[in-house]
Every structure is written in structure tokens, then in C-alpha cells.
Nanobody
Framework: QVQLVESGGGLVQAGGSLRLSCAAS????????MGWYRQAPGNERELVAA???????NFADSVKGRFTISADNAKNTVYLQMNSLKPEDTAVYYC???????????????WGQGTQVTVSS
């Protein structure tokens, strides 16, 4: 089974920056997409940013111009650089990857454990 391990969450003041990382390990044949979702209490989980193996990116409108996503395909790792953070960015951030691996037919969604990001005013 594939495992996604996240790191980089924490507490930061409004206007500050934080970088999240997510590394995939296990029996991986290929990774189609990696990205980040977030969920605040009472809210639905929403896509923050995603990147394909070819480098095509997608961002939520609320984070465009502030967040950057990048990937190191050789290391099966994705990064989320978060700048100009706002209190409304406070949420649990989950790494997601669409991966072709042993034991699955076609791509399968894998999820990280989640990391808390708290932005204070």
C-alpha cells in the first residue's frame, strides 16, 4: 500500500508563510496527480492546489497569487508554499495523490494523515 507522509503544518501569524510537503512511498508504478485539500470545521473538504506529473497546475480562486505548488517527481514529493496567509486559511490540510500501484486496477486516490495549519490575526 502507498503511504503519504505530510509535514510543515503549524501556527503562523497573518501575512506569514508556511511550506507543506508530502512524500509518497510504497510500491508506486506512476503518479498522475498530487495535490492538497483542506477542511475547516463545519466546511466541506475543498481542493487547494494540484499538479500533474507533467507540471500542469490548478489552484482554488481563494489562493491564487498567494500559494504555489511544485513537485519533485524523482522523489515522489509535492510541496505547497503558502504566502500571505490569512485567518481564513486555517484548516486541516490533506495531501492527495492519484497513483497507479500494485494491487489496484487503474489509478487510485491516496490520502495523507492531515496537518493542521492555523493562522492567527
Amino acid at each position: 500500500q502507498v503511504q503519504l507522509v505530510e509535514s510543515g503544518g503549524g501556527l503562523v501569524q497573518a501575512g506569514g508563510s508556511l511550506r507543506l510537503s508530502c512524500a509518497a512511498s510504497g510500491t508506486i508504478f506512476s503518479i498522475n496527480t498530487m495535490g492538497w485539500y483542506r477542511q475547516a470545521p463545519g466546511n466541506e473538504r475543498e481542493l487547494v492546489a494540484a499538479i500533474t506529473s507533467g507540471g500542469v497546475t490548478n489552484f482554488a480562486d481563494s489562493v491564487k497569487g498567494r500559494f504555489t505548488i511544485s513537485a519533485d517527481n524523482a522523489k515522489n514529493t509535492v510541496y505547497l508554499q503558502m504566502n500571505s496567509l490569512k485567518p481564513e486559511d486555517t484548516a486541516v490540510y490533506y495531501c492527495n495523490a492519484q497513483i497507479i500501484s500494485k494491487g489496484y486496477r487503474g489509478q487510485h486516490d491516496f490520502w495523507g494523515q492531515g496537518t493542521q495549519v492555523t493562522v492567527s490575526s
